[in-house]
């Protein structure tokens, strides 16, 4: 325990958009006693998401802004090493709301899950079996609810969610598109995710060759972009279609919230749906997810990419390095 | 049969965007002879909607646009002349898409339904008991899906199709707010459909008042208008809300394409839904709504409001009143 030293990433100033790695700073602070009924964590992975941008943004979300001062919320996986808690033992391997830290003192209520898959590496409780693997599985099957047949286009095709939503799909008997950033990503689409088709958005005209991918129209859209990629798409939807909004990545700002194509005719041309979500109303259902995710990993049937930083002085950078489509596989910083 | 001659409005040029009197033309044809299987029809009341803008349209569509020279598309109400088919005979009451004119000629797949309530006036079938009436029933019902307790938000509260899905609502347990234009149409909402609160659009802030009568968000929003209304609503809505769009009548032109606010970031916030519909994809279901709507009209629960010109020569202006908000109830042309 580094003589109960605890290095702490903490929200410095609110960031306009984007958050960089100047609104945050990293102190040490003691970690406190434990209180009845409370765990001791030490964090071997923290982990790095796109919405983290929604969380210290003070535009209405889903969830209170972190305060300024406070440890950066997170995802993280690690191990207990004290608990006071009955359900909770030294060497337990947890995953929850622990923060960019180092060690975290937690009740039992910051525990998303135990990680029961000994046979599966604990970072992948962070990613595939992690939160985004439930959001790609519950997005897609729930909210989206594909046909076998149908054409499925995912938007940051190679990313941490999009490549589990890819290749579920291709599972569910679809057919599946990518758009991804860069001929790299869009090679990785094709060859390690099993897309049926990729789409560069960063070169030529990506509406041709959307059209092209997808003669019949799109029957079922995954959109974790937003702006000016989704705007082609919805230009393109097939009778019925399914648009299922999970992020909005491509749009830098929404102080002063910006404008687009308007939708609703789209949708009542097409007959169309278009629906949010956000992943954590679904966490009564995360094992039933998870117990499927982990067979078809043990399967062979799904594939991930991770792409670690070592040391939390990464952190801070973190998020903008998202935005800046630099990680190749899900973005995980290691300090264990 | 007037010498077999047939007043027919045929469309003369295609619209830029809303349809005006000089885009047709009324000429005078001789009623051809029936072939077999064939019905002549004389029809008593024409139809004037909203999406007769989008019939005219060669904008991508959710059917073929009619071509200039043919009869305007149109549903129609009249009395069975002759007949060469088993299922008709002279004297049936039928609604169907007879086409802006006299005296139609068709097969039997130009009638929609007989109609056999027999206790309620003929308009009613183009109307509350006609497309109207289960264009209200199943977008509310069925791509809305309120639920006791709801608060629904219903834009052209006062029209055809509104005034409909606010007293449905009302019937299904829900809080209505109307939305209209002008304090006539207001008070309108308020003493004849029973809206709980309405909301003059061209008058005073629209968002705080709007605020003032949602005060714990909007669960459904059915949405007539799309534009600049739907903007202010879409702020509003509640976790889990439903948007249903039925119509765009506020934009005047998709050539080209209007720009607004971005969506996206609503629907993924509130995990709401926005979904359109076309109604000629229920038709198998029909019955069901007619049989409900008429029922709850002959109880009293369901009120409507009929604005009948006079005469086949009202039918080339008629779109454009709709659009210019001068009609105090369902439009209809009288002629039979």
């Given at each position: 325990?580094?003589?109960?030293?605890?290095?702490?990433?903490?929200?410095?100033?609110?960031?306009?958009?984007?958050?960089?790695?100047?609104?945050?700073?990293?102190?040490?602070?003691?970690?406190?006693?434990?209180?009845?009924?409370?765990?001791?964590?030490?964090?071997?992975?923290?982990?790095?998401?796109?919405?983290?941008?929604?969380?210290?943004?003070?535009?209405?979300?889903?969830?209170?802004?972190?305060?300024?001062?406070?440890?950066?919320?997170?995802?993280?996986?690690?191990?207990?090493?004290?608990?006071?808690?009955?359900?909770?033992?030294?060497?337990?391997?947890?995953?929850?709301?622990?923060?960019?830290?180092?060690?975290?003192?937690?009740?039992?209520?910051?525990?998303?899950?135990?990680?029961?898959?000994?046979?599966?590496?604990?970072?992948?409780?962070?990613?595939?079996?992690?939160?985004?693997?439930?959001?790609?599985?519950?997005g897609l099957l729930?909210v989206g609810q594909p046909r076998?047949g149908d054409t499925v286009v995912v938007?940051?095709?190679?990313?941490?969610?999009?490549?589990?939503v890819g290749?579920?799909a291709?599972?569910a008997?679809c057919r599946t598109v990518?758009?991804?950033?860069?001929?790299?990503?869009?090679?990785?689409?094709?060859?390690?995710?099993?897309?049926?088709?990729?789409?560069?958005?960063?070169?030529?005209?990506?509406?041709?060759?959307?059209?092209?991918?997808c003669?019949?129209g799109i029957d079922l859209y995954f959109d974790?972009?937003?702006?000016?990629?989704?705007?082609?798409v919805?230009?393109?939807l097939a009778?019925g279609a399914r648009v299922v909004?999970?992020?909005?990545?491509?749009?830098?700002?929404?102080?002063?919230?910006?404008?687009?194509?308007?939708?609703?005719?789209?949708?009542?041309?097409?007959?169309a749906r278009m629906q949010?979500?956000?992943?954590?109303?679904?966490?009564?259902?995360?094992?039933?997810?998870?117990?499927?995710?982990?067979?078809?990993?043990?399967?062979?049937?799904?594939?991930?990419?991770?792409?670690?930083?070592?040391?939390?002085?990464?952190?801070?950078?973190?998020?903008?390095?998202?935005?800046?489509?630099?990680?190749?596989?899900?973005?995980?910083?290691?300090?264990?």
């Amino acid at each position: 325990m580094k003589n109960n030293r605890n290095r702490q990433v903490i929200l410095k100033s609110r960031p306009a958009d984007i958050p960089q790695a100047d609104n945050f700073e990293i102190i040490v602070s003691d970690v406190p006693d434990l209180r009845d009924g409370q765990i001791l964590v030490q964090n071997i992975y923290l982990s790095v998401e796109p919405a983290m941008r929604g969380w210290v943004s003070s535009v209405a979300n889903y969830s209170e802004p972190v305060r300024i001062g406070d440890v950066m919320r997170s995802f993280a996986a690690g191990e207990v090493l004290q608990s006071t808690h009955p359900d909770f033992k030294p060497g337990d391997r947890v995953m929850g709301m622990f923060g960019w830290q180092e060690f975290a003192v937690v009740g039992p209520g910051a525990v998303t899950r135990k990680v029961r898959e000994d046979d599966l590496p604990l970072s992948l409780s962070l990613g595939v079996t992690g939160i985004n693997g439930v959001t790609a599985y519950f997005g897609l099957l729930d909210v989206g609810q594909p046909r076998p047949g149908d054409t499925v286009v995912v938007s940051t095709a190679a990313g941490a969610v999009g490549s589990a939503v890819g290749q579920i799909a291709k599972i569910a008997g679809c057919r599946t598109v990518g758009i991804a950033g860069g001929p790299a990503k869009v090679a990785q689409c094709r060859e390690q995710f099993g897309y049926d088709a990729a789409i560069d958005y960063k070169s030529g005209d990506i509406e041709a060759a959307l059209v092209a991918a997808c003669p019949k129209g799109i029957d079922l859209y995954f959109d974790n972009t937003g702006g000016a990629i989704s705007d082609v798409v919805l230009r393109h939807l097939a009778v019925g279609a399914r648009v299922v909004i999970c992020g909005t990545a491509s749009v830098s700002s929404w102080n002063p919230w910006p404008s687009g194509p308007r939708a609703e005719r789209h949708l009542l041309v097409k007959r169309a749906r278009m629906q949010g979500f956000v992943i954590f109303d679904y966490a009564p259902r995360f094992e039933e997810a998870i117990a499927r995710l982990a067979q078809w990993l043990r399967e062979g049937r799904l594939c991930y990419s991770e792409d670690i930083l070592e040391g939390i002085e990464h952190a801070p950078g973190a998020i903008a390095t998202l935005y800046r489509g630099e990680n190749t596989g899900k973005r995980l910083i290691r300090i264990g």
